[in-house]
């Protein structure tokens, strides 16, 4: 694995320190992250915490992924359906 990459769905995906992993998904280009534990998609929407629209699981864990930084290593899934 590369510095400053973290693993999306199996693919490594760069970022730049102090960026959350909404914001480097997006930058990547991926505008939806899968569904939640509902199997609502999930997206990048408010970019504060508020709405619970951007869910994913991080190393097992289910986050906000516009709150959580991102960091070489992590390994990060859709919150729910095939990949929760
Ligand atoms: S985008 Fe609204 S909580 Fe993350």
Same mark, same amino acid.
């Given at each position: 694995m590369?510095?400053?990459t973290f693993i999306w769905?199996g693919r490594e995906i *760069?970022?730049?320190?102090?960026?959350? &992993?909404? !914001? !480097? #998904? @997006? !930058?990547? $280009? &991926?505008?939806?992250? $899968? *569904?939640?534990?509902?199997? +609502?998609?999930? +997206?990048?929407?408010? $970019? &504060? %915490? !508020?709405?619970?629209?951007? #869910?994913? +699981? =991080?190393?097992? +864990? =289910? =986050?906000?992924?516009? #709150? @959580?930084?991102? /960091?070489?290593?992590l390994v990060v @899934?859709?919150? %729910? %359906?095939? /990949? %929760?």
């Open positions: 590369s510095a400053n769905q *760069p970022f730049v320190a102090g960026e959350s &992993i909404a !914001a !480097a #998904l @997006t !930058a990547a $280009g &991926i505008l939806t992250f $899968g *569904p939640d534990m509902s199997g +609502r998609e999930t +997206r990048y929407f408010c $970019g &504060i %915490g !508020a709405c619970q629209n951007c #869910l994913v +699981r =991080v190393d097992g +864990r =289910v =986050v906000e992924a516009c #709150l @959580t930084a991102a /960091h070489t290593g @899934t859709a919150a %729910g %359906g095939a /990949h %929760g």
